[in-house]
């Protein structure tokens, strides 16, 4: 993965509560066992018409609206648990998802694949929106190593929560098996050790 430390970016708002991930990357694309390609159908049924041509209405289809950060509504995630959600988001460009909630198993699928979760309090979030559609240049910036998001342009900032383990394997661009490997040599040193004692 991606190391992860500071990012400065416009946002894409999408401002609707309870997307599920079923919306974010329909079942019937899940037939594939790589993480690429997915971002070619993020919110497939919400971007195109049955014919394939791209909906003017959806967000990801403006021109006006890019970045590495989406903005979503209240219970970003909920719904089954496929990890394929947090794939086709990042594959597509996002490196950070803010809402004022997020489903449980999305947010943990987000953090293993180098997705950062940011939750903020609701009215901060509305703030988000209000920044975005005052113009839709503004810029954030989501620090991870201070778990800082600020609204560059009023200066208005908020803490978020991550976990020690996990805030350093995004630092680091570890997955899992990564951050296994990084302690190879004191593994190997206590075997050593245990296998003398």
């Not at 509560?17 to 066992?33: H, S």
């Not at 794939?87 to 597509?92: P, S």
Request: proline content about 5%; charged content about 25%; overall charge negative.
């Amino acid at each position: 993965m991606e190391k992860f430390r500071k990012i400065q970016s416009t946002a894409v708002p999408l401002p609707i509560e309870e997307v599920d991930t079923d919306q974010i990357i329909p079942a019937r694309f899940l037939k594939a066992t790589t993480r690429e390609g997915f971002g070619d159908n993020l919110f497939r049924d919400w971007r195109y018409e049955a014919d394939g041509t791209p909906k003017e209405s959806f967000i990801l289809n403006n021109p006006l609206y890019g970045g590495t950060i989406l903005v979503a509504g209240r219970n970003f995630g909920c719904g089954s648990s496929r990890e394929h959600a947090a794939w086709a988001l990042y594959d597509y460009g996002f490196r950070v998802v803010v809402s004022s909630f997020f489903a449980d198993i999305f947010r943990g699928n987000a953090l293993n694949n180098g997705l950062l979760p940011v939750q903020v309090p609701e009215p901060f979030l509305q703030s988000i929106f209000t920044a975005i559609e005052a113009d839709p240049e503004t810029r954030f910036v989501v620090d991870l190593e201070a778990q800082l998001f600020t609204i560059l342009a009023s200066g208005q900032s908020v803490g978020f929560e991550i976990g020690p383990y996990k805030k350093m394997c995004l630092l680091n661009g570890y997955d899992d098996i990564d951050f296994l490997l990084s302690l190879r040599d004191k593994i190997e040193d206590f075997e050593q050790k245990r296998a003398i004692g």
